[in-house]
Structures are given as structure tokens and as C-alpha cells.
């Protein structure tokens, strides 16, 4: 048996990594691609304690958050591509119109 | 039995609904007719079978609604509320005359707007359940709100949003006082109830004096900022100015404020713990409002603007003789408000006549009207002496009320306000000589006298006013009853 | 049934005359004249009436009441006061009327003018008749409106509408008093009544009034570390209304403004319907006033002071009604003095007061119709281009000397020979004498002297300048039509002998006035009360003194005829800008730049009223710089929103982080 702290520990690298990617990138598509990483370390402490505890219900809702994500995912690169359409860049620093 | 001051609220409200939806002015302003005389025969039936010997509600209807919360829906008048909604159900139909043959957009709007104030005014008289009463004094801001906006003056737009901002926040604290009442009642009784003779029977139960205080206070602030009286009165000038007409008119006939102070304040004043305290607030704003508004009238160039601040002046006999605690002065500041709702009436319709027929309402530029405008000069020379206090019309009845009333209590505050009693004819004089009297301005064009609606309509108001002054009793009697039973509390608790 | 029972139709007529005429006066000729002259007319009837029975029997006075609202009643008093005054009002209001006819016909409102001055006459008539004090003063009141409204009738001048303004505002102030005055007594009634008032007893009838004059006596108010009687407060603030509307000084100033109106209306003003309201309220609260220590010897030394104050500016008047109009206001003056002399003679004051008031009312109309007339007919009212009218206008000029010499105070003492206007005067000197031997106080003895002096030279100074000599400017003109000539006759015939006729039985009568079914007032016990001692009856003074007042009417004569007649002395000296004394009174005592300039314009208006707008202003600037702060709040706020993704998240991440701290500093406490 794989100790919870392992889980734990890798979830917090990842969530870690999509965070930095998060604020860092300046790409509509990488700045997805880390929430996804954050969203998935969520779902990998959800599934750790959930078999930690023999408790399924927090396997059911990784399945939900998954699907959740892919939704997100779809609407998101949807967004991204109207975009790209009409200005030719996905680089989000130069949408700044809801500002003020 | 007919359910019949549903009918008063309610027919005005589903007449207005009805109103928007017609195409032509025709059909607007008959729709409006229609139902606002349909409100002045039934009250005038219900102020026939008024008992006005009695200080109880009458014609009560009362529902469960919410239960659990203590929600009724309860509804009845008193002698403090029936000659308000009888001003309301006179002045609307002529009102509406007033404007038969007036030219504006949208009229089926604004007449809807006219019928919607009408009936939130006199939803907020004959409502027993806070709850009621607080949803029609809400639905009160909205119609003005909008007629000041859309058929306003040059700064519609900062008076209206002024106006609804200030008030709107003023009733936000009187809800503060209305939830303490509630919450407070309801753990000293262990029953909630939002009934509002309940709830004034219940008040004394309170513990804590310090709770007392704070729920008049908070009651009070709504209602005096709504009054309105110095040094709340900043919105009202304003509003009252920039409102077209019709509005000014609505505005002055929305007596809430002075009603909420007789209705509410005065039944719990006595059992507050300093409502010493409290009468000498009431009676300094009110002496301050009644010099204060003659002098800012005084000042002022617009004639219009001038009848607003004699409104200030006029509000304040209201809250001195509130707190005269004689039956007299209270029944006095009473009659006040039945009294300036109809000169008030009367003076803004001419001078929104003025307005549209000489195209200005710069005193110094206008001048021998009278001349070519012997009738509006008449009225109007009837309606201002009428505000500045001459005896035989009802502003006379008022004011001398309650200066006698509220002397015996009140001596220093009174003689304040007998120093306002020239300025306020000065101010009014030098009005009517400026617009009125004088050489003719040549440079004002062709000016025609007020047509025939116009005249009926401010005609029979004038007649009102002078019958009312002659013969005061129809209405005073009931408040004097009303005056009489608050006077009697106050007795018991020996303030 | 009685002829009391109609009483209550005296005022009633005149008001249904208003309203008639009112409507329909413009579809009759002469403006609906008629409707408004057949009233008054029958209102003098029935007040003619009352009073024959009144005199028949004194002390049955008429008295109906009626519950109007509240504590306060509406009702009718017809005692002998009450009587005479009616009979006077309605006598001098009717002969105005028809005299109107003639001197109106050619305005084009000339119903509109009738129908005011019926509401006038009626307003006069209801206050004389009122039986508590709420309803005098409404009437009051009215009266002051309709002197507005016939003050500025010629409102297209802008000077009329001024001067209609003026004398509604400076009345006004007198009204405020009045008013605080019925509002202290209120208040003190309702004390000595404990705050419960019993259905049927009306606390501001005069019988009820006059019942606890005791109790309103002892009770003090502390005035700036004085002891003052709440009695002497009420009566004080009672006189300064009768200051106001009686033109008494200082707010006298409205009456020679006055006279921007029509001519008519400047005689029912000074002569019947309004100027006399004041003196008849002091004569109607007469027991109040004795009871009130100190108040009668304001009433006596400002009556004096009045008397010759106006008497001086009517000398140096060029303006035909603007003499007149100082005359009259010289006249009210007596008649005060007369009611103040009470401290010494007790009630006999009032009938002395009111007698000069209806001699004075004969012949100030007179004068005022005579002046109308040659008004009328020559088109001018300065003096200076007049001269020599009595050739063209003989009726005119003879009933003006006749009204002259009873203003003058012609007559010879001790008989019954002599002017109307000699009888009353010289009474109100005599009393003036007595007030000084019994109280050690001359100074209005001697003023009202020299004021008789002056009156004498004024009046005869417009005779002269007017009627006498050689025309100075070429006027025309002819006598007036017969409806003008035959009210001045009339009025001449009584203006000579109507005092002689009545004087002692008047002042009997008059005096019966507080001792009836109605009030029975002690009024000895009460001048106890008010710490006078009454003296003698009039009519045991010195043989001098009894012939003073004809000795200067004659000075005054000749004086004016020396001057004006012979012009002995060239006045073109005397009268010029670089004299100080004429500047000073042709100015008028500087009380326009005073009182108008001064006090109202640039105190009250400049002063108060702009810093009060300031103020106003400052609450507005309050209200919208709380709004303006929220506004820019809520600018700086939003700066926050940069529109960048990463800002964002940044910030969710710091908030965790704090979150996280919070949470773990929060564990460690608990």
C-alpha cells in the first residue's frame, strides 16, 4: 500500500506546476491546459482519499469533476478559437476589455 | 360586505396596467379618468359611512397571508387616513383634467404612472400590516422616479436619481426601525406579527429603552426625510422643480411622511425612553423648517423652485404640531397636511400654466400677467393667499392650530415660527407682484388664459379650499377624535 | 321677531353683494353698483335699528354663538360699541358707494371694484360684530387683504402693486403680534382651564376672556430679568396689531403709500372700513388693557407721539391725499391717546375714542371725497399747480372748509355750538389734561397741544394752496355730478353737527358697553388691578385749558392764511433742499430708506434670505458630495479590475495564502 503522503505530495507538485503554468503563460491554450493540470491533481486527491477511506463517493465525484473539466475544455478551446478567428492571436494579455 | 378600500387601492393599480396598454391620448386619459373617479365615488361613499366619533380603524379587512412571519393582509382607516386618501381621491380626477388637452409623449405611460402613485399613496394609508405598508411606500418612488425622468425639466436626470437615492435610503432605516419593532415585539411577546396596531400595542413590552429609541428614531428618520423638513429637504426642491406638473402635484399629494409620524410615531413616542427628547427634535426641525423655507422662498428666482421651498416652510407646522402633544395643535398639523395638498396642488398646476404659456418661470422676467390672464390671476391670488395663511381658507385653520396648540408646550418653538409669519407673506406678495401685477412684458409673445379644463379644474380645488376653510369640521372632526385618543396616551404615561 | 335677530345679516349682505357682483357685476351697468349699494344700505337700516333699540334699553346686548371647530366658535355681539360703529361703517361705507358710481364710471373693472369694496365693508362689518377674539381677527385679516386688493386695483402700475404689498406686509407685522398675542392667551386660557375645556364653553368669546382677566394678571413671565404680567404681554402684543392696522408708529408708513389706489378707496380706508379696526380693538379688549399694568401709558404716550410725528410731515406734503393721509394717521393718533387717557378716566375713554373716531370718519371721508372730486375734475393731485378751485367747484370747496374746521377743531366750549370734530378732540385734550394732573405725566397733554396746532396749519395750508388764490397751471375741470355733490353734503351736514347733537348721551352710551347681559365688568376694581387711579370726571378743568385747543385751531388758521393765503412770508426760502429741517420732514424722516431700503431689501432680503440660500446650498453641496465621494470610491475601486487573467489568479492565490495563515492564527488562539 502506496502511503497517502505520496498522493498527496504529487498532487501538490502538479497543482504546483498547473498554478505556475497559470500565471505565467500568456497562451489561451497552455493557461487551459495548466488549469486542467490543477483541476486533475484535485481529482488525484479525491481518488487517494477516497480509497484511503473505502468511501466511493469521492471516486464519484472525480468522475464528475472529470467530466466537468472536459466540458470546460470544449467550451474553452470553443472560446479560443473564435478568438484566434477574429484576431489571429490566443495571447489573452491583449483581451483586457472587461477591465474598469 | 363590498371589500371596499381593496377596491380604492386596487383599481387605480389595474387601471394603470390597463392604461399602458392603450395606443391613443384619447384612450389613455379617459382609462385614467375613468378609474380615478371610480376611487372618488367609493371614497366618498366610504366618507359618508365614516364614523368620525370613533378613533378606531374602520371599513377593516383582514387575511392570513404568511403566518409563520406574522404577514396579514390588513387594511382599514382611521381619522388620520381617511382625509388623506379623500385628498388624494379629490385632487386625482382633476388633476387629470388638468392635463385633458396637454401635448407629451407617451401618454399612455405617464397616465398609467399618475394611476400607479395614486394607488401606492393610498395603499400606504389604508395598510395595517407593516409589510403591506412598506411594499406600497416602495411603489410609491417608482412611478415618480419615472416621471421625473422621462417628462422632466432641463435637470430631469440628477433630480430624479437624487431623489429616489435620498428617500430610497431614508426608507431603508425606517425598514431598519420597522425590523427592530418586529424582532423586538416578537421576543417580548413570543409571538411574530407585523400588524401594525398590534405592534404599537406591543411596543411598550420592550425591554431595553435604549431598542425603544433606536426603532422611533430609525421610524422617524424615514418619515421626516420624506416629509419633507429641514435638514432633510435637499432632494425636495429639486424633485418638485424639475417634476413636469402632473408630478409636482403627485409629489405634494403623497403625504406618507407626516402620516407615518401621526400613524406610527406619536402612538409610541409616549413609551420611548426619553421622549422628551424627541418632541424637542420634532419641534426644532419644525419651528427651523417653518423660518428656514420662508427665507430660502424668499431667495429664490424661479417661481416654481419658490413653491417648493414654501413646501419646506408649509411641512413644518406639520412636525411642531406633532409635537405640541394638545390635541389641537395635533389635529392642527393634521388638517396642515390635508390642507397644503391642496393649495400646493393648485399653485404648481399655475405655475406650470405660467410655464407653458409664457415660457418661463423667472419671476423677474414675466409680470402683468394678469392682464391677459384674469382667471389663472384670480385663482391664483385665492391659492396664495391660502398658503400664506389668510384666514377663511385652510391654511388659516392650520397654522393657527397649531401655533395656539402647541404653544401651551412649546412657547420658544413657536415663537419662531411666528417671526417666519411676515417673510412667508413677504415671499408670496412679492411673487404674485412680480409675475401677476406690474407693466405687462411684451417680450413674453401671445399669452392665453387657461382653457376650460384647466379652469374647472383649479377652480373647484380653490372652492375646496375655501370651503374647507369656512367649514373645517368635515374632516378636522375626525382628527381631532384621532388627536384626542394619541393625547390620552400620552396622559397615561404623564409626558 | 326682534330686530336682533337680523343682525347677523349685516355683514352676511355686503359678502352676498361681493360674490353677485363678483360674477355677475360686468352684464350691469355702472359694474353692478347697485347690488352692493342696496345691501349696504340695508345693512345700515337694520344697524340703525338695533341701535334706536339699543338705546332704548343698554344693557340687553344681542349675542349669538355658534361651535365652528374645536373650542372656537363663530358669533355675533351687538352692544353699544358694537352698535355705533356698525352704524358708522355702514353710514360712510354707503355714501362712498353711490359717490363711487359717479367717480368710477369711466374704469373698465369697475366691477371688479365694487364687488371689493363689498367684501371690504362686509370684512369691517363682521369684525365689529365678532364675539370672540379668533374672529376678529379674521376678519381682521380680511380687511387687510381687500385693502390689498383696492390698493393695488390699479395693478398694472407697478407703483400701486408695490404699494399694495407694502401695506399688506407692514399690517402684517402688527397681525404677527396680534396673533402671538391670541396665541398666548390661548395657551394661558387653556391652563387656567387644565387641558380639559367643557363642550359649550368657547375659550376665546370675550365674556370668557374677560371672566378670568384675574387669573391671566397673576400669572408673570420673566422677560430679561423683569417681572412681566402675562396680562400686560397679551394686551401689549394686541396693541402693536392696532399699531399696525391703525397706522400707529413705526408702522405707519404703509398709509400715505396707501394712496395709490382710487381715491374712494383711501376714504373707506382712512374714514370707515380699515384704519379704525385698530383703535376699535383696543376699545373692545378695553377691560384688558386697564387691568394690564403699564400698557395704557404706551397706548397714551404712542398715541401722542403719533399724533404730532404725522402732523409735522403733513405740513410739508404737496400731494393733496398725501397730506390727508398724514392727517389721518395724526388722528388715529388721538384717538389712541384717547383710549390710553382710560388710566385716568376709567371706561369713559372708550366712549371719548370712539366718538372722535365716527366725527373723524364724517369728516376724513369728506375730505377724501372733496379731494377725489377735484381730483376728478382737474386730473392733478399736486397742490402746487392748483389754486383758486373753489371758483370753478363752489359745492366742493364749501363741504372741504366745513370738513377743514371740524378736523381743526372749530367750536366754541362749554355750548353746543361747534364742529363735530371740536366736540370729540377737545374731550381727548381735556381727558389728556386730567392724565397729566393724576398721573404727574404732561408730556401727551402737550404733544397733543402742539399736534392741534399743526393740524390747524396743515389743513388750512390745503385749503389755501388748493381753493384760494390764482390758478397756477391751467387745469379746466367743473363740479362734479350730483351723485358726487349730494354724499358730499351729507356728509358736511354731519361733519358740523352730528358732535354737538350727540356728545354727552354718546359717551354715555358708549360707556354702557362693559356692564350688560353680556360682560359685566368692574372696571374700577380692574384699573386696581392695573395700578391706575381714576380721577374725576372731564369737565371741571381750568377755563384755559377748556379754550386751548380753540385757541391754537385759530393760531393754526391764521398762521396758514398769513402764509399762504397773504404769503406774507416767501416760503421759496423755507422750502429748499439746502434747509435741513424741511429736507428732513419732506423726506419724511428717511423712514422709506429705513424701513423699505434699509430693513427689508437689504437686511432682509440681501441678508437673510441669500445667506439663508447659502446655507441651502451648503445642505445640497452635503448631500452631493456624499454622492460624489461614493462615486469616486467606487472609481478607485474598480482601478482593481485590470482586465489580465494572471492578475486575477495571483490574487486568488494571495487570498488563500491569507486565508490559510488566518485559519492556522485563529487555531493557535482558541
Redesign the interface.
Known amino acids: 500500500m502506496i502511503p497517502i503522503e505520496l498522493y498527496v505530495g504529487l498532487a501538490v507538485i502538479i497543482f504546483t506546476i498547473g498554478l505556475y503554468g497559470f500565471m505565467t503563460q500568456r497562451s489561451g491554450i497552455r493557461m487551459l491546459m495548466s488549469v486542467e493540470l490543477m483541476l486533475n491533481s484535485a481529482n488525484l486527491n479525491l481518488v487517494a482519499f477516497s480509497s484511503y477511506n473505502a468511501d466511493l463517493t469521492g471516486q464519484v465525484f472525480a468522475l464528475y469533476s472529470i467530466a466537468l473539466a472536459a466540458c470546460e475544455a470544449a467550451i474553452g478551446f470553443a472560446i479560443l478559437m473564435t478568438i484566434f478567428r477574429m484576431r489571429d492571436t490566443i495571447n489573452l494579455d491583449s483581451f483586457n476589455i472587461l477591465r474598469w | 360586505m363590498l371589500p371596499i378600500l381593496s377596491l380604492i387601492v386596487l383599481i387605480p393599480l389595474i387601471f394603470a396596467a390597463l392604461t399602458l396598454l392603450t395606443k391613443t391620448k384619447q384612450q389613455a386619459r379617459a382609462m385614467a379618468l375613468v378609474a380615478t373617479v371610480a376611487v372618488l365615488v367609493l371614497t366618498m361613499y366610504m366618507y359618508f359611512n365614516f364614523d368620525s366619533t370613533i378613533a378606531e380603524n374602520q371599513f377593516v379587512e383582514m387575511y392570513q397571508w404568511v403566518p409563520s412571519l406574522g404577514i396579514t393582509y390588513h387594511l382599514g382607516v382611521d381619522g388620520i387616513a381617511m382625509p388623506l386618501i379623500l385628498l388624494n381621491a379629490i385632487v386625482l380626477p382633476f388633476l387629470i383634467l388638468f392635463t385633458w388637452n396637454d401635448e407629451r409623449k407617451s401618454p399612455n405611460r405617464f397616465y398609467a404612472l399618475i394611476l400607479a402613485t395614486e394607488g401606492a399613496a393610498i395603499g400606504v394609508f389604508a395598510a395595517l400590516d407593516f409589510f403591506l405598508f412598506y411594499i406600497f411606500w416602495e411603489l410609491t418612488l417608482i412611478p415618480l422616479f419615472f416621471m421625473v425622468s422621462i417628462w422632466g425639466g432641463p435637470n430631469k436626470h440628477h433630480a430624479s436619481i437624487k431623489f429616489f437615492i435620498y428617500t430610497h435610503v431614508a426608507s431603508l432605516v425606517m425598514l431598519l426601525g420597522i425590523f427592530g419593532l418586529y424582532f423586538a415585539a416578537w421576543e417580548a411577546t413570543g409571538t411574530p406579527s407585523l400588524d401594525i396596531p398590534y405592534l404599537l400595542s406591543q411596543f411598550q413590552f420592550i425591554e431595553s429603552g435604549l431598542m425603544k429609541d433606536m426603532i422611533v428614531l430609525a421610524l422617524l428618520f424615514g418619515f421626516i426625510v420624506k416629509l419633507p423638513v429641514f435638514p432633510f429637504h435637499s432632494w425636495q426642491p429639486d424633485a418638485y422643480t424639475e417634476a413636469p406638473t402632473a408630478g409636482s402635484v403627485l409629489f405634494v399629494m403623497l403625504k406618507i411622511g407626516g402620516y407615518g409620524i401621526f400613524k406610527i410615531v406619536l402612538p409610541l413616542l409616549p413609551f420611548t425612553a426619553s421622549p422628551g427628547l424627541m418632541i424637542n427634535i420634532l419641534a426644532a426641525v419644525g419651528a427651523i423648517s417653518i423660518i428656514y423655507g420662508a427665507f430660502a422662498a424668499l431667495a429664490q428666482k424661479d417661481l416654481k423652485r419658490m413653491i417648493a421651498y414654501s413646501s419646506v416652510s408649509h411641512m413644518g407646522y406639520v412636525t411642531l404640531g406633532a409635537a405640541g402633544m394638545v390635541s389641537l395643535s395635533v389635529s392642527g398639523a393634521m388638517f396642515q397636511q390635508f390642507s397644503h395638498g391642496l393649495i400646493m396642488s393648485v399653485m404648481f398646476m399655475a405655475s406650470g400654466v405660467i410655464n407653458s404659456t409664457a415660457g418661463t418661470r423667472i419671476m423677474n422676467d414675466l409680470g402683468g400677467l394678469a392682464q391677459r390672464m384674469p382667471k389663472l390671476a384670480v385663482i391664483m391670488v385665492l391659492t396664495f393667499m391660502a398658503s400664506l395663511g389668510l384666514p377663511g381658507l385652510t391654511g388659516f385653520i392650520a397654522e393657527v392650530s397649531v401655533l395656539a396648540g402647541s404653544f401651551v408646550n412649546l412657547p420658544a418653538y413657536v415663537i419662531i415660527a411666528l417671526l417666519a409669519i411676515v417673510i412667508t407673506a413677504a415671499y408670496h406678495l412679492w411673487a404674485l407682484q412680480r409675475t401677476m401685477f406690474g407693466v405687462f412684458n411684451e417680450k413674453l409673445g401671445t399669452i392665453v388664459d387657461i382653457n376650460g379644463y384647466q379652469t374647472l379644474s383649479m377652480g373647484i380645488i380653490a372652492i375646496l379650499i375655501l370651503y374647507f376653510g369656512l367649514n373645517p369640521s368635515p374632516v378636522l372632526d375626525m382628527m381631532l377624535t384621532n388627536s384626542e385618543n394619541i393625547i390620552s396616551l400620552m396622559a397615561v404615561m404623564g409626558v | 321677531m326682534a330686530i336682533g335677530d337680523l343682525a347677523f345679516l349685516i355683514p352676511l349682505l355686503p359678502a352676498l353683494a361681493f360674490v353677485l357682483t363678483f360674477f355677475l357685476g360686468k352684464k350691469l351697468p355702472n359694474g353692478g353698483a347697485i347690488i352692493p349699494i342696496a345691501a349696504i344700505a340695508t345693512s345700515f337700516v337694520i344697524s340703525l335699528l338695533i341701535t334706536l333699540n339699543l338705546l332704548q334699553n343698554p344693557g340687553e346686548v344681542i349675542t349669538q354663538s355658534y361651535s365652528?371647530?374645536?373650542?372656537f366658535n363663530l358669533g355675533i355681539l351687538v352692544d353699544p360699541l358694537a352698535a355705533v360703529m356698525l352704524t358708522m361703517v355702514t353710514f360712510v361705507s354707503l355714501l362712498i358707494h353711490i359717490y363711487s358710481v359717479g367717480y368710477m364710471s369711466h374704469d373698465r373693472s369697475q366691477s371688479r371694484y365694487f364687488a371689493e369694496t363689498a367684501l371690504f365693508t362686509a370684512s369691517m362689518l363682521s369684525l365689529i360684530l365678532s364675539d370672540n377674539i379668533?374672529q376678529l381677527?379674521?376678519?381682521w385679516?380680511?380687511v387687510g387683504?381687500c385693502s390689498?386688493?383696492l390698493i393695488?386695483f390699479w395693478?398694472?402700475?407697478?407703483a400701486?402693486?408695490?404699494a399694495?404689498?407694502k401695506a399688506?406686509?407692514t399690517t402684517?407685522?402688527g397681525?404677527?403680534m396680534f396673533?402671538?398675542g391670541?396665541?398666548?392667551l390661548?395657551?394661558d386660557l387653556?391652563?387656567i382651564f387644565n387641558?380639559t375645556i367643557p363642550d359649550g364653553v368657547f375659550i376665546m368669546r370675550f365674556d370668557e376672556i374677560f371672566a378670568h382677566i384675574p387669573e391671566l394678571a397673576a400669572m408673570n413671565a420673566n422677560i430679561l430679568g423683569m417681572e412681566v404680567s402675562h396680562i400686560t404681554i397679551i394686551t401689549l402684543l394686541f396693541f402693536g396689531g392696532a399699531v399696525g392696522k391703525s397706522g400707529q408708529f413705526p408702522l405707519h408708513v404703509w398709509l400715505p403709500d396707501a394712496m395709490e389706489g382710487p381715491t374712494t378707496v383711501s376714504a373707506l380706508i382712512h374714514a370707515a372700513t380699515m384704519v379704525t379696526a385698530g383703535v376699535y380693538l383696543v376699545a373692545r379688549t378695553f377691560p384688558m388693557f386697564i387691568a394690564a399694568p403699564d400698557t395704557l401709558l404706551v397706548v397714551a404716550y404712542l398715541g401722542a407721539f403719533t399724533a404730532i410725528f404725522a402732523a409735522t410731515m403733513g405740513i410739508v406734503m404737496n400731494d393733496l391725499k398725501r397730506v390727508l393721509a398724514y392727517s389721518t394717521i395724526s388722528q388715529l393718533g388721538y384717538m389712541m391717546l384717547g383710549l390710553g387717557i382710560g388710566a385716568a378716566i376709567g371706561a369713559e375713554a372708550v366712549g371719548m375714542s370712539i366718538f372722535h373716531l365716527i366725527n373723524h370718519a364724517f369728516f376724513k371721508a369728506l375730505l377724501f371725497l372733496c379731494a377725489g372730486s377735484v381730483i376728478h375734475a382737474v386730473g392733478t393731485h399736486d397742490m402746487r399747480q392748483l389754486g383758486g378751485v373753489a371758483k370753478v367747484m363752489p359745492i366742493t370747496a364749501a363741504t372741504m372748509i366745513i370738513a377743514a374746521l371740524s378736523l381743526a377743531g372749530f367750536g366754541i366750549p362749554g355750548t353746543i355750538f361747534g364742529t363735530s370734530g371740536f366736540f370729540s378732540k377737545d374731550a381727548i385734550i381735556e381727558g389728556a389734561y386730567l392724565f397729566g394732573e393724576s398721573s404727574g405725566m404732561w408730556i401727551p397733554y402737550v404733544l397733543s397741544i402742539v399736534a392741534a396746532l399743526l393740524t390747524s396749519i396743515y389743513i388750512f395750508r390745503l385749503i389755501f394752496m388748493t381753493f384760494f388764490g390764482k390758478p397756477r397751471t391751467d387745469y379746466g375741470g367743473h363740479e362734479s355730478h350730483a351723485s358726487m355733490t349730494i354724499p358730499l353734503s351729507i356728509l358736511a351736514l354731519l361733519a358740523l353737527f352730528f358732535g354737538g347733537l350727540t356728545s354727552r348721551r354718546f359717551n354715555d352710551f358708549v360707556s354702557e358697553t362693559f356692564g350688560n347681559n353680556f360682560v359685566n365688568m368692574n372696571i374700577p376694581e380692574l384699573a386696581e388691578m392695573g395700578g391706575y387711579h381714576l380721577a374725576a370726571h372731564v369737565g371741571h378743568e381750568p377755563v384755559l385749558i377748556l379754550w386751548m385747543p380753540l385757541i391754537v385751531a385759530v393760531a393754526g388758521l391764521l398762521i396758514a392764511y398769513l402764509i399762504y393765503g397773504l404769503k406774507v412770508v416767501n416760503m421759496d426760502n423755507l422750502v429748499s433742499r439746502n434747509n435741513p429741517v424741511y429736507k428732513l420732514l419732506y423726506n419724511r424722516y428717511y423712514q422709506n430708506a429705513i424701513f423699505t431700503d434699509f430693513i427689508?431689501v437689504k437686511i432682509?432680503?440681501e441678508g437673510?434670505?441669500?445667506?439663508?440660500?447659502s446655507?441651502?446650498r451648503g445642505?445640497?453641496w452635503?448631500?452631493n458630495w456624499i454622492?460624489d465621494v461614493t462615486i469616486e470610491t467606487g472609481d478607485s475601486l474598480?482601478?482593481f479590475?485590470?482586465?489580465?487573467?494572471?492578475t486575477y489568479?495571483?490574487a486568488v492565490?494571495a487570498g488563500v495564502g491569507l486565508l490559510i495563515v488566518l485559519i492556522k492564527v485563529i487555531m493557535e488562539v482558541i
Not at chain 3, 68 to 71: E, G, I, K, P, V
Not at chain 3, 155 to 158: A, F, G, R, V
Open positions: 365652528w371647530f374645536a373650542m379668533l381677527f379674521i376678519s385679516e380680511l387683504v390689498y386688493l393695488g395693478y398694472q402700475k407697478p400701486a402693486a408695490t399694495a404689498k399688506f406686509l402684517r407685522i397681525d404677527v396673533l402671538a391670541i396665541v398666548i390661548f395657551s387653556f391652563k387641558g427689508s432682509i432680503y437673510f434670505a441669500f445667506a439663508v440660500r446655507i441651502d445642505f445640497d452635503v448631500v454622492s474598480r482601478q479590475q485590470t482586465g489580465v487573467i494572471q489568479a495571483t492565490v
